[in-house]
C-alpha cells in the first residue's frame, strides 16, 4: 500500500475553478473520505489521484512517486463507480479476474486470488451468474471484488453505494468498513452522504466550492466545526441556525432574548454585527415552564426510540428542529418551550460564516 498526497493542487476548466489549492497527505492505510455538496470539487480530487483528469497546477505523490505525468493506467490504483461498469458479457468470476488477467498474471494465482475475494464479499456461489442476473447489492460487491483483487496500492471509491436502497446501503457500508479493517487498504471515498463520512472515515475532508473547510475525524468534524458551512452539513438531523443580535448581556432572536452564557460573557461581540447562533437538535430540550425560547410546532416526526419535531419561533419563518424522547408526542399547533443547552452553542458571523464562539 501507499500513502497519497497532494501539494497544492488545482484544476481549472476554461474560466471555472473546480478545485483550489488543494493540499492534504492520507497515511498508508487509511479510509479518508471527501464530503460536500454537489458542485463541490469532490468527484474531481478523486478523478485526478485516478489520473482520469490533469491537475491544472500542483504536485500529486503516491507513495513517493511524484505521478503528474504518469497515465492512468500506471498509477497502481483501483477504482469503483457509482454505476458498478461491470462487463456484462462476463461472469462474476470473469469480472473479478478481468484485471488481473489484463496485467497478465499467471492463471493459478487468478483462480485462487479470485477464490479468496469471492469468499470475503460472499460471492462464492455467484461465480458463474452474469451481472443483469444479480441484485444492486451484489452488483457493487463485485465490483469492489474486482477492486480488491487487483491488491492495488490505492483504493479509490466514488459515490458507490448511491445506487442502492436505504437498507442495502447501510448493509453494505457496514461491510465496506469491516473489509477495510481487515485489508488496511490506503482509500478515499467520496460521497455526498455525511452518514457515510461520519460511520465510515478515519478523517473527513469536508469541501465546498473547489475549497477545503475542515480536515479532521468524525468526532471533531461534528463536535468543533470550523464553520457555519461544516456545522449545518454534518449532522442528522443538522445544526440549527439562528439569526440573533447581540444587545450587550444576551442575544435578541426575533424579539425573544436568550441570555448570554457565563463562558461567554468576556466576549465582545458588535451590536451592529449580524450573528447566527448554532444550537444541535439534541441540545434543546422541552419545559414544562416558560424558558428562553417558546416555538410553535409545524411537524411531528415519530422515530421509535425519538420524535423529531420542527418548529417554527412566532412572528418568523425560522424553523428549528428538536429531538425528543420517542414518548413526547406534541401536535401541530401546540406551543413549547424550550431550554437550550448553551454550553453547546456556537455564534457565527451571519455574512462570513465564520464560527466566532467557541474559539476551539
Not at 233 to 258: C, E, H, R, V, Y
Not at 321 to 339: E, F, T, V, Y
Request: include cysteine; aromatic fraction near 6%; hydrophobic fraction near 40%.
Amino acid at each position: 500500500m501507499a500513502n497519497v498526497r497532494l501539494e497544492n493542487i488545482k484544476r481549472r476548466f476554461n474560466n471555472v475553478t473546480a478545485i483550489e489549492d488543494i493540499t492534504f497527505e492520507i497515511p498508508d492505510g487509511e479510509f479518508w473520505v471527501l464530503v460536500g455538496p454537489s458542485g463541490c470539487g469532490k468527484s474531481t480530487i478523486l478523478r485526478t489521484i485516478a489520473g482520469l483528469e490533469n491537475a491544472t497546477s500542483g504536485n500529486l505523490y503516491i507513495g513517493e512517486t511524484l505521478v503528474n505525468n504518469v497515465p492512468a493506467r500506471q498509477r497502481d490504483v483501483a477504482m469503483v463507480f457509482q454505476n458498478y461498469a461491470l462487463y456484462p458479457h462476463m461472469s462474476v468470476g470473469e469480472n473479478i479476474a478481468f484485471g488481473m488477467k489484463m496485467r497478465k498474471m499467471e492463471p493459478r494465482v487468478i483462480q485462487q486470488r479470485v477464490a479468496e475475494v469471492a469468499a470475503s464479499l460472499s460471492l462464492e456461489h455467484l461465480l458463474d451468474r452474469k451481472p443483469k442476473q444479480l441484485s444492486g447489492g451484489q452488483q457493487q460487491r463485485v465490483a469492489l471484488g474486482r477492486a480488491i483483487a487487483r491488491q492495488a496500492q490505492v483504493f479509490l471509491l466514488d459515490e458507490p453505494l448511491s445506487n442502492l436502497d436505504a437498507q442495502l446501503r447501510d448493509d453494505t457500508r457496514a461491510e465496506l468498513k469491516q473489509l477495510h479493517q481487515n485489508l488496511r487498504n490506503t482509500t478515499v471515498y467520496v460521497t455526498h452522504d455525511q452518514v457515510e463520512a461520519m460511520t465510515l472515515a478515519d478523517k473527513i475532508v469536508v469541501l465546498s466550492q473547489g475549497n477545503i473547510q475542515q480536515i479532521g475525524d468524525p468526532q471533531t468534524i461534528y463536535n468543533h466545526p470550523a464553520n457555519r458551512m461544516v456545522a449545518t452539513f454534518i449532522g442528522n438531523p443538522p445544526m440549527n441556525i439562528l439569526p440573533a443580535k447581540f444587545t450587550g448581556g444576551a442575544f435578541d432572536i426575533s424579539g425573544q432574548t436568550l441570555p448570554l452564557p457565563a463562558s461567554m460573557k468576556k466576549f465582545n461581540f458588535s451590536t451592529a454585527q449580524q450573528l447566527d447562533l448554532g444550537i444541535r437538535p439534541e441540545h434543546i430540550n422541552i419545559s414544562p415552564e416558560p424558558s428562553a425560547l417558546t416555538v410553535d410546532v409545524k411537524v411531528v416526526e415519530p422515530l421509535g426510540r425519538e420524535t423529531l419535531i420542527r418548529a417554527t419561533i412566532p412572528g418568523s419563518l425560522q424553523t428549528l428542529s428538536i429531538q425528543a424522547p420517542g414518548n413526547i408526542r406534541p401536535h401541530p399547533g401546540d406551543k413549547l418551550n424550550l431550554n437550550l443547552d448553551l454550553d453547546y452553542l456556537f455564534v457565527f458571523d451571519a455574512t462570513t460564516g465564520k464560527k466566532l464562539y467557541p474559539l476551539l
